[in-house]
Antibody, heavy 119, light 108 residues
Framework: EVQLSESGGDLVQPGGSLRLSCVAS????????MSWVRQAPGKGLEWVSD????????YYADSVKGRFTISRDNSQNMLYLQMNSLRAEDTAVYSC????????????WGQGTLVTVSS | EIVLTQSPGTLSLSPGERATLSCRAS???????LAWYLQKPGQAPRLLIY???SRATGIPDRFSGSGSGTDFTLTISRLEPEDFAVYFC?????????FGQGTKVEIK
């Protein structure tokens, strides 16, 4: 059974930093691209970032480019999102998601972790 | 960026009724790279449909997807109590992957 579980969400001041983690199980982690998707309170879904199975390719939404960094540790089945220079508009539930092989629709999602950016 | 517009915003129906949800894209798709998800409050989204019309594993056949070009439809043939939720469409034709704003299917 595929399981994804995020952690690391917290209340942080504007301009601050946070690192989110996602532990994966139930599939061969290194074979699949992974993504982060966020959902602001009461709002829709917004794609944030992708990383290839090897970790060699990364992609970002314009809204986070230059501030967020996605990475992975395939030996530990872990996905990360380093978030710097946080803004109020980054407040959201952040979920990791497993992309289907070869296509970026999301077969499995974690429950998400809440990031609140506020002074 | 491909913008997806879902309609209606809210659909009020009774169990047993048919639901028809629309997702319109700002650009035509040459490939049918559109997915549908269901989300209940406090839960992660669940994949229903990919490739515009292929049901994901374990999804009952009352859910069906159709469409091409710029217009896509999710149909729920007979609503079950567990189907009342918010539905999102998503395109994966070109990055950035984008989602519609959602259609809420509520009990009438």
């Amino acid at each position: 059974e595929v399981q994804l579980s995020e952690s690391g969400g917290d209340l942080v001041q504007p301009g601050g930093s946070l690192r989110l983690s996602c532990v994966a199980s139930g599939f061969t982690f290194s074979n699949y691209a992974m993504s982060w998707v966020r959902q602001a309170p009461g709002k829709g879904l917004e794609w944030v970032s992708d990383i290839s199975g090897s970790g060699g390719s990364t992609y970002y939404a314009d809204s986070v480019k230059g501030r967020f960094t996605i990475s992975r540790d395939n030996s530990q089945n872990m996905l990360y999102l380093q978030m710097n220079s946080l803004r109020a508009e980054d407040t959201a539930v952040y979920s990791c998601a497993k992309a289907y092989s070869g296509a970026y629709y999301f077969e499995y999602w974690g429950q998400g972790t809440l990031v609140t950016v506020s002074s | 960026e491909i913008v997806l517009t879902q309609s209606p915003g809210t659909l009020s129906l009774s169990p047993g009724e048919r639901a028809t949800l629309s997702c319109r894209a700002s650009q035509s798709f040459r490939s049918r790279y559109l997915a549908w998800y269901l989300q209940k409050p406090g839960q992660a989204p669940r994949l229903l449909i990919y490739g515009a019309s292929s049901r994901a594993t374990g999804i009952p056949d009352r859910f069906s997807g159709s469409g091409s070009g710029t217009d896509f439809t999710l149909t729920i043939s007979r609503l079950e109590p567990e189907d009342f939720a918010v539905y999102f469409c998503q395109q994966y034709v070109t990055s950035p992957w984008t989602f519609g704003q959602g259609t809420k299917v509520e009990i009438k």
